[in-house]
């Protein structure tokens, strides 16, 4: 069974999907943008991963974007690039029905931010990434990140590199630390969010 990017009508954490609570109520989603908890200079690469084990099959529906840009991997496996592209009041996240089987799994993103060098077409807030699972159950398990990463401008022993970050191994990880919560842009906030969703 492969990854499937999925097509969703409205915001997967929007009023349509919440409760009947007023439209100015906050509905942020259930997770945050995690980044380096040492912040560095763009440009910048980081590689985040949540090692996480499940009991039974499932097909796992997360809403997966970044800034500037991603590359998510499954167990190793290239599943897809984002966002697409927009700006900050129309930030793009895409929808993916990961398969996953009983036993250990690795859900791994690569994040690149250029900054100043990132094309003129390529919008940009802040570094970080915001993985967040459909299903409240799964929210512990693939909602958070551990990261590990590399700036430009540096020279790098390729010998001691860990070229293994796709399958989440090696132990050079440091916790991210977490920003504001994913926000739905169609709603109304009393505090604007950065990104909106």
């Keep these: 069974m492969s990854t499937t990017r999925t097509h969703v009508t409205f915001g997967p954490f929007s009023p349509e999907a919440a409760s009947d609570a007023p439209p100015w109520v906050d509905r942020g989603w259930a997770c945050r943008w995690v980044a380096p908890l040492k912040a560095a200079d763009t440009p910048l690469v ?54 996953l089987t009983p036993g250990k799994h690795v859900l791994a993103a690569r994040v690149w931010s250029l900054g100043a060098l990132a094309p003129w077409a390529q919008r940009r807030v802040s570094h970080g990434l915001l993985v967040a699972p459909q299903d409240e159950a799964l929210l512990r398990l693939i909602g958070t990140g551990i990261v590990a990463g590399v700036g430009p401008g540096k020279t790098i022993d390729a010998a001691q590199f860990l070229w293994q970050i796709e399958s989440g191994e090696g132990a050079d990880w440091a916790p991210a630390s977490a920003g504001e919560s994913g926000n739905d842009g169609f709603t109304l906030y009393p505090f604007r969010p950065a990104h909106r969703l």
Excluded at 59 to 69: F, G, K, L, M
Excluded at 72 to 91: I, S, V
């Design 46 to 99: 980081v590689v985040y991963r949540c090692c996480f084990e499940i009991k039974e099959s499932i097909i796992a529906r997360v809403h997966v974007t970044a800034d500037e840009r991603y590359e998510l991997f499954l167990d190793g496996r290239t599943q897809d690039r984002g966002p697409e592209r927009g700006d900050p009041d129309n930030w793009f996240f895409e929808t993916y029905d990961l398969p």
